[in-house]
């Protein structure tokens, strides 16, 4: 019986129930290790992107739309266009060999963007020059006349041909005398004569031969010769052409909007089909060049005039505002929408502008003079750095460039860049730079 109960101890490590097996321990050193280093990440994280701390002032504008007497007339929306967009076709048909442009890039009048395949062109321009040198030499060949050594033979010629008339006229005669005396017949008589005559004529056409020889080609031989010559230098001036337009210049500088072709594909001047060959290009503007495309209800319509000024913001930016004035006027309504297109144009544009942009405009009413004052915006010095300030938008520090006037006791006039309205930071920090996060002082 002490035998059996002796076997039935619990052993002391399995009855010490407090104790961890090693593999717990580890796991459990290793999530505290784990948990300790992305608080430390998180926390010199949060150092490094912590927003700065500024001081901000709210521009106010005098004279400016609304001041002075001056209120907003109309508001009216748009999208904004390219006051002259150009679709750049091709002269010639051909196969794209080379395409140097890209949607956005930037060109220069001049600028070659297209060259098309131009094997065909050339060879054609060769065999119309050949043509031209051939006409050329015959032309000349009537100026020269004839030769010296032409003349000699047909003069000879001639003199051959009067000693033979010679000699017929002298056997005619004999054989004439044989048959008056009865010793011919009349069969030779007639022989004779018949070589005589044939001799006669010929002698009369060499000397109008020998004639036309001595004194050259007639004139309206050269000037018909010439004419030849003249069309041939007008066939190698239009494959000049031809070859020449195989490559495609930008008419104008401007932005390209579009490319819609592709190395290999073909271009062509006549009718375009839906997946055929393309009928031009690329399409660009200049972009500094824009406008406000607008539908004014007949309704408003009375309320603006020419020339009529306002102030262009954008959806995608409405902290900008840029200057206008109407640039067109439809010359007809829409009926079915009951409204008047009018086109107003940008005066000082921007990179900031794309065409197709939502717009808003607000007409204002007009100064005593019919134009209206400039705003008067003018903030603390302290605020410009480097010819530009900082405007706190949100959470972020957007640097925007302007253009300074005089200093006066109340800080410095802005001339450009800034519109009214916008928050600026005063003395922003020497590292702040576009973009940062910032975080408005309170009080």
């Known amino acids: 019986m002490d035998a059996d109960l002796k076997s039935l101890q619990i052993e002391r490590k399995h009855r010490d129930k407090g104790e ?117 030499a015959r032309l000349q060949e009537l100026l020269n006349g004839s030769r010296p050594e032409e003349v000699a033979v047909a003069k000879a010629n001639l003199e051959q041909s009067r000693a033979d008339l010679e000699n017929a006229r002298t056997n005619v005669d004999r054989i004439r005398k044989l048959h008056a005396e009865k010793v011919t017949s009349q069969q030779s008589l007639d022989d004779a004569q018949a070589r005589y005559d044939a001799q006669a004529a010929r002698v009369a056409s060499l000397e109008k031969s020998y004639e036309l020889v001595r004194i050259g080609p007639r004139q309206e031989q050269i000037d018909a010769m010439r004419g030849q010559v003249e069309q041939a230098r007008g066939m190698v001036a239009f494959y000049e052409t ?102 107003v144009k940008i005066l000082h544009p921007d990179e900031y502008l794309r ?22 915006i003018v903030i603390p010095a302290s605020a410009v750095r480097d010819g530009a300030v900082f405007v706190a938008l949100g959470e972020k520090a957007v640097r925007r460039a302007v253009r300074t006037g005089a200093t006066t006791n109340d800080g410095i006039r802005i001339e450009q860049g800034l519109a009214g309205g916008e928050d600026v930071i005063l003395s922003p920090p020497s590292d702040l730079k576009d973009g940062d996060r910032v975080r408005v002082r309170k009080g």
Not at 64 to 86: C, E, F, Q, S
Not at 300 to 327: C, N, S
Not at 355 to 376: D, I, K, L, Q, W
């Open 242 to 343: 031809q070859l020449a337009n195989t490559v495609i210049r930008a008419p104008v500088t401007g932005t390209i909007l579009e490319r819609v072709v592709e190395k290999g594909e073909f271009v062509t001047t006549s009718f375009v089909g839906e997946r055929g060959a393309k009928g031009y290009v690329v399409s660009l503007a200049d972009l500094n060049d824009l406008e406000v495309e607008l539908d004014i209800s007949q309704n408003d319509f009375a309320k603006l005039g020419a020339r009529q000024r306002g102030v262009v913001t954008t959806d995608a930016f409405p902290d900008r505002k840029y200057e206008g004035v109407i640039d067109e006027i439809s010359p007809e309504a829409n009926r079915q929408k009951a409204t008047v297109q009018v086109k």
């Open 20 to 136: 961890q097996p090693k593999w717990a321990t580890r796991w459990i050193v290793a999530g505290v290790a784990l948990f300790l280093l992305l608080g430390l990440g998180r926390f010199l994280y949060s150092r490094i992107n912590a927003a700065t701390e500024v001081s901000v002032v709210r521009v106010s504008a005098s004279g400016g739309p609304g001041d002075n007497g001056r209120t907003t007339i109309l508001n009216a929306t748009g999208y904004i266009v390219a006051a002259h967009k150009i679709e750049v076709a091709s002269k010639v048909i051909g196969r794209v060999a080379w395409i140097g442009v890209d949607k956005g890039d930037k060109v220069k009048e001049g600028q070659v963007i297209v060259r098309l395949e131009d094997d065909e062109y050339r060879a054609q321009l060769q065999q119309a020059r050949g043509q031209l040198t051939n006409l050329e």
């Open 355 to 376: 065409p197709e942009m939502n717009a808003s405009v607000a007409f204002y009413e007009e100064g005593a003079a019919g134009a209206p004052a400039r705003p008067s």
